[in-house]
């Protein structure tokens, strides 16, 4: 698989090069900025793309405009964005268009090498990769009466945010130690209580999850 | 007010001015101003009288011709008429506010020399208003104090002439004739009275002109009060924008720096983890690499709490730290301090921000051999002075922390000067008042 990396620290530009690189990873190219990122997007065809929030000049959220700008481009191009803070809304405006691909972790997750490169695998692959921190802020929030996500059961919502980490069922059914059946039936459940039929094609868990997203908190 | 001018024994006399906003402050005089003998605060306030005699003679000359070209405006001539006798009470009013400002020992504005200014167009009115009010105090009171003199000069002086003068003339204080020895020699006792009336009248009565003269001609009144006020919001946006500034450094400090080492460091160990067995030299490598970026992140996490508020200024305080800092100056430093007491965390964070950046700029931009530092407290303000014997020229567009520097100070209400003629030297004051 071919993976882009922009990231402007040179020591962690290195070491995710050498990561990637010892799991199996083709890297093209390793970006300390962003004009030099978008000529390589164009040049050398990456199949998924690793970018730092914060790039220069600017040390603002450059990753993250590039990563919204890259997938209006090309819908569902896969972007796994690293940042040293995680916050909802930006979780939020990334999935925004509906698409697969996206994958959103603090930088502290790239120690965890399993995860890591399971989590940039399902984003490659079309899933998402939400960091377990905008999960937490997501579930600590309060929800408004007629919420659907206030009628999921307390191991409804459980399995909604694995969903969300971007877990499969094999790997939530293994993490809250229920059977694979048990699993499929409140995932059923879910898409039942959010209104999302069976008819729905294609990113229904994906659909879940930005239905995760997108409930206004009432305070 | 008084007791400053005749009490007040050594030490520092203090003494509570009430300012135009009617606040009252407390003001520190140095030794020295209680101590005048009073023979010379005696002479000064003379001698200003008699200064402000001559702008109270011209004032009711000066009301007429300004009524009368008040009254000609409706003819063309009234207006160029208008204008300039306009200019010549602004002339008088000028001198008298100079005076009067140097007779206290004050400013003649009471707005901080940083540009902001109270509105120009109270002024006219009240300089109007001091013509009037001098022409009908300050001329009596001018002539008082003559009749002080001449008659302290007088009285103790008969007994050396009144014999030569025919009978009749001569006359003591209390109006009775001197035609004998004995009245004569009598006569001082009375002379004394007037040398008495006019060491206890003549420097309160200086005083009170001044201060009524220094209150209608400064910026006092509401157009004062608004004046402090848009200082006030300008340097509490200062202030606020210095904070916003600094807090963004910090985190970006923090996240940029010290946190992409952890997670570098992190990172690293997950490798080295993997490659512990298969491939145990590259793991030895690895884990050195982690080790330095560990290594990296405390040195930077020192800089940053450093840059926060230096551990040696809470432990020791402003001079120990501006000391320590001149030690880590590759350029030879003095640092002289003089007065020096503990102030605000916030206020000696700001001083040593100023001297650190000051320096950083000699070394850099300066071209400089030596560097001098003097901080010295005064009890109501904190002087900084750096001056290095660089090539000069320095100015705040070229990106040399001087902007930084102002805004810092800025936000303390005080005021920032910078003098950098080509070729040097280079002198940075700064003044940040202890107490509003």
Redesign the interface.
Same mark, same amino acid.
């Given at each position: 698989m071919r993976v882009l990396i922009a990231e402007d %620290?040179t /020591? /962690?530009r290195q *070491? $995710?090069v /050498? $990561?990637l690189e010892?799991e199996g990873f083709e890297v093209v190219g390793a970006a300390s900025d962003l004009p030099e990122f978008w000529g390589m997007v164009e040049e050398r065809d990456p199949d998924v793309v690793v970018v730092d929030v914060?790039l220069p000049p600017d040390?603002r959220d450059e990753g993250l405009r590039a990563a919204a700008a890259l997938r209006r481009a090309r819908p569902g191009f896969p972007v796994l964005v690293l940042s040293?803070?995680v916050e909802e809304g930006y979780a939020a405006e990334l999935l925004g268009d509906d698409a697969g691909g996206i994958g959103y972790l603090l930088? %502290?997750r790239? *120690? %965890?090498?399993t995860e890591f490169m399971g989590a940039l695998r399902r984003v490659a692959a079309g899933g998402t990769a939400l960091d377990p921190e905008v999960i937490s802020q997501l579930l600590n929030r309060q929800h408004a009466a007629d919420d659907p996500l206030a009628s999921l059961t307390a191991r409804e919502r459980e399995v909604l945010a694995l969903m969300a980490e971007g877990h499969d069922n094999t790997r939530i059914s293994g993490l809250l130690g229920l059977s694979g059946a048990a699993v499929s039936k409140h995932i059923g459940n879910i898409f039942t209580k959010l209104g999302l039929n069976s008819t729905t094609t294609g990113h229904r868990r994906v659909l879940a999850v930005l239905a995760f997203l997108r409930r206004e908190s009432v305070c | 007010m008084l007791r400053a001018f005749f009490g007040g024994s050594g030490g520092e006399t203090e003494r509570t001015v009430e300012t135009f906003s009617g606040v009252r402050i407390r003001n520190c005089f140095p030794r020295g101003e209680a101590a005048v003998p009073t023979a010379r605060r005696v002479g000064r306030s003379l001698r200003y009288l008699a200064s402000c005699h001559l702008g109270a003679l011209a004032g009711w000359p000066l009301i007429c011709g300004v009524l009368l070209a008040q009254g000609l405006s409706v003819i063309v001539v009234g207006i160029p008429l208008g204008r300039f006798f306009r200019g010549i009470v602004k002339r008088v009013a000028e001198r008298d506010r100079r005076l009067a400002a140097e007779f206290l020992g004050r400013g003649t504005e009471t707005v901080r020399p940083d540009g902001i200014r109270p509105p120009a167009d109270f002024r006219p009115w009240r300089e109007l208003c001091w013509i009037a009010v001098n022409a009908a105090v300050g001329l009596p009171a001018g002539f008082f104090a003559l009749v002080l003199i001449v008659g302290a000069a007088v009285s103790l002086t008969t007994p050396l002439w009144w014999w030569a003068l025919p009978e009749g003339i001569a006359v003591n204080p209390v109006g009775k004739p001197v035609e004998s020895w004995s009245t004569a020699l009598l006569t001082p006792v009375g002379g004394l009275g007037y040398v008495a009336a006019l060491v206890l009248a003549v420097p309160r009565m200086a005083e009170l002109h001044a201060r009524t003269a220094h209150g209608l001609l400064t910026a006092v009144g509401r157009a004062g009060v608004a004046a402090r006020l848009a200082e006030v919001t300008a340097s509490r946006s200062e202030a606020l924008e210095a904070h916003g500034a600094e807090l963004r450094r910090i985190e970006r400090d923090l996240h940029d720096g010290t946190q992409n080492r952890l997670v570098a460091v992190r990172m690293h160990l997950g490798l080295v983890e993997r490659m512990l067995h298969t491939d145990p030299d590259r793991a030895a490598e690895l884990i050195r690499t982690a080790r330095g970026a560990a290594d990296d992140a405390l040195a930077e996490l020192r800089q940053v709490v450093r840059s926060i508020y230096p551990p040696i200024l809470a432990d020791r305080g402003l001079a120990s730290a501006v000391s320590a800092l001149a030690a880590r100056c590759p350029l030879p430093c003095t640092v002289e301090t003089a007065g020096l007491s503990r102030a605000p965390a916030a206020l000696e964070a700001t001083a040593y921000f100023v001297v650190a950046e000051a320096l950083t700029n000699a070394v850099k931009h300066a071209d400089a051999a030596h560097v001098r530092v003097e901080l010295r407290g005064t009890g109501t303000a904190l002087h900084i002075e750096v001056t290095d014997d660089g090539k000069g020229g320095a100015s705040e567009e070229d990106g040399t922390g001087l902007v930084g520097i102002r805004r810092r100070v800025a936000a303390f209400d005080g005021r920032t000067e910078v003098v950098s003629p080509a070729g040097g030297p280079t002198v940075i004051r700064v003044v940040l008042p202890c107490a509003s």
């Amino acid at each position: 698989m071919r993976v882009l990396i922009a990231e402007d %620290d040179t /020591l /962690l530009r290195q *070491g $995710l090069v /050498l $990561l990637l690189e010892t799991e199996g990873f083709e890297v093209v190219g390793a970006a300390s900025d962003l004009p030099e990122f978008w000529g390589m997007v164009e040049e050398r065809d990456p199949d998924v793309v690793v970018v730092d929030v914060r790039l220069p000049p600017d040390f603002r959220d450059e990753g993250l405009r590039a990563a919204a700008a890259l997938r209006r481009a090309r819908p569902g191009f896969p972007v796994l964005v690293l940042s040293a803070h995680v916050e909802e809304g930006y979780a939020a405006e990334l999935l925004g268009d509906d698409a697969g691909g996206i994958g959103y972790l603090l930088k %502290d997750r790239v *120690g %965890d090498i399993t995860e890591f490169m399971g989590a940039l695998r399902r984003v490659a692959a079309g899933g998402t990769a939400l960091d377990p921190e905008v999960i937490s802020q997501l579930l600590n929030r309060q929800h408004a009466a007629d919420d659907p996500l206030a009628s999921l059961t307390a191991r409804e919502r459980e399995v909604l945010a694995l969903m969300a980490e971007g877990h499969d069922n094999t790997r939530i059914s293994g993490l809250l130690g229920l059977s694979g059946a048990a699993v499929s039936k409140h995932i059923g459940n879910i898409f039942t209580k959010l209104g999302l039929n069976s008819t729905t094609t294609g990113h229904r868990r994906v659909l879940a999850v930005l239905a995760f997203l997108r409930r206004e908190s009432v305070c | 007010m008084l007791r400053a001018f005749f009490g007040g024994s050594g030490g520092e006399t203090e003494r509570t001015v009430e300012t135009f906003s009617g606040v009252r402050i407390r003001n520190c005089f140095p030794r020295g101003e209680a101590a005048v003998p009073t023979a010379r605060r005696v002479g000064r306030s003379l001698r200003y009288l008699a200064s402000c005699h001559l702008g109270a003679l011209a004032g009711w000359p000066l009301i007429c011709g300004v009524l009368l070209a008040q009254g000609l405006s409706v003819i063309v001539v009234g207006i160029p008429l208008g204008r300039f006798f306009r200019g010549i009470v602004k002339r008088v009013a000028e001198r008298d506010r100079r005076l009067a400002a140097e007779f206290l020992g004050r400013g003649t504005e009471t707005v901080r020399p940083d540009g902001i200014r109270p509105p120009a167009d109270f002024r006219p009115w009240r300089e109007l208003c001091w013509i009037a009010v001098n022409a009908a105090v300050g001329l009596p009171a001018g002539f008082f104090a003559l009749v002080l003199i001449v008659g302290a000069a007088v009285s103790l002086t008969t007994p050396l002439w009144w014999w030569a003068l025919p009978e009749g003339i001569a006359v003591n204080p209390v109006g009775k004739p001197v035609e004998s020895w004995s009245t004569a020699l009598l006569t001082p006792v009375g002379g004394l009275g007037y040398v008495a009336a006019l060491v206890l009248a003549v420097p309160r009565m200086a005083e009170l002109h001044a201060r009524t003269a220094h209150g209608l001609l400064t910026a006092v009144g509401r157009a004062g009060v608004a004046a402090r006020l848009a200082e006030v919001t300008a340097s509490r946006s200062e202030a606020l924008e210095a904070h916003g500034a600094e807090l963004r450094r910090i985190e970006r400090d923090l996240h940029d720096g010290t946190q992409n080492r952890l997670v570098a460091v992190r990172m690293h160990l997950g490798l080295v983890e993997r490659m512990l067995h298969t491939d145990p030299d590259r793991a030895a490598e690895l884990i050195r690499t982690a080790r330095g970026a560990a290594d990296d992140a405390l040195a930077e996490l020192r800089q940053v709490v450093r840059s926060i508020y230096p551990p040696i200024l809470a432990d020791r305080g402003l001079a120990s730290a501006v000391s320590a800092l001149a030690a880590r100056c590759p350029l030879p430093c003095t640092v002289e301090t003089a007065g020096l007491s503990r102030a605000p965390a916030a206020l000696e964070a700001t001083a040593y921000f100023v001297v650190a950046e000051a320096l950083t700029n000699a070394v850099k931009h300066a071209d400089a051999a030596h560097v001098r530092v003097e901080l010295r407290g005064t009890g109501t303000a904190l002087h900084i002075e750096v001056t290095d014997d660089g090539k000069g020229g320095a100015s705040e567009e070229d990106g040399t922390g001087l902007v930084g520097i102002r805004r810092r100070v800025a936000a303390f209400d005080g005021r920032t000067e910078v003098v950098s003629p080509a070729g040097g030297p280079t002198v940075i004051r700064v003044v940040l008042p202890c107490a509003s």
